[in-house]
């Protein structure tokens, strides 16, 4: 089991509603990303949160709205997306900030998304 | 451009046999090196690392990672395959001479083990 735990596990939406995928993680960690990964392809870096304030956002579009509500919490907020946007979105967490090279990251197992 | 580079999209391997996977870099500096491996319809899982030290690193569930500075290679290797190591793995590198927000993962774009029974 991970330690990430991500919901919900499958999203099916249109391309005009509002929706929020959810991460937590309650080993303490203090940092926490968004990733976004097609089929077979690494994953790309969308948001990292360091210390509970966003400190990378890697030129994503502002359908995507990620909050980070507690150290522990970590919410992508979903509007008007489009086709193109259907992927697996993964969250991850690390010890401390994405300044220490050296740790690995923790990932959770993902919410599937597809827009109608 | 700094890079990760994995051969071989695909490697297949008998049952039992020893299995290689591929990973060279194009980082300056000596950077922090991962495996990270993602089994169908799951998330990424972290292998192991390489910071500084011995050139063999161990991991999870058998797996091991030679460095070899000179050809800027970090293969994962594991003696005796097992047909529930098929999956999708990727090696990632961080920079070591970068600093704060720089120090972002880089990938590589994956290999996809087959063992076979």
């Known amino acids: 089991d991970t330690e990430v735990t991500q919901t919900p596990k499958h999203l099916v939406m249109g391309m005009t509603n509002k929706k929020s995928l959810k991460c937590e993680q309650h080993?303490?960690?203090?940092?926490m990303y968004w990733y976004k990964q097609k089929a077979k392809k690494p994953p790309e870096l969308m948001f990292v949160?360091?210390?509970?304030?966003?400190?990378i956002n890697e030129s994503v579009p502002s359908r995507f709205s990620p909050e980070c509500p507690n150290s522990s919490l970590l919410n992508l907020h979903l509007h008007a997306l489009q086709p193109e946007d259907s992927a697996l979105y993964l969250c991850?967490?690390?010890?401390?900030?994405?300044?220490?090279?050296?740790?690995?990251?923790?990932f959770g197992d993902g919410t599937r998304l597809s827009i109608l | 451009a700094q890079s990760v580079a994995q051969p071989e999209d695909q490697v297949n391997v008998a049952e039992g046999n020893p299995l290689t996977v591929k990973c060279t870099y194009s980082?300056?500096?000596?950077?922090?090196l991962f495996w990270y491996v993602q089994y169908p319809n799951r998330g990424l899982q972290f292998l192991l690392k390489?910071?500084?030290?011995d050139n063999l690193v161990k991991g999870s569930y058998g797996f091991e990672a030679e460095f070899n500075k000179s050809q800027t290679s970090f293969h994962l290797k594991k003696p005796s395959a097992l047909v529930s190591d098929s999956a999708l793995y990727f090696c990632?590198?961080?920079?070591?001479?970068?600093?704060?927000?720089?120090?972002?993962?880089?990938w590589g774009l994956g290999t996809s083990l087959a063992v076979n029974p």
């Open positions: 991850a967490s690390s010890l401390t900030g994405i300044g220490q090279g050296w740790e690995p990251q923790h």
């Open positions: 080993m303490g960690h203090r940092a």
């Open positions: 949160y360091s210390y509970e304030k966003l400190s």
């Open positions: 980082v300056s500096g000596n950077p922090y």
């Open positions: 390489y910071i500084t030290g």
């Open positions: 990632a590198v961080t920079p070591r001479t970068n600093a704060g927000n720089n120090r972002k993962l880089i």
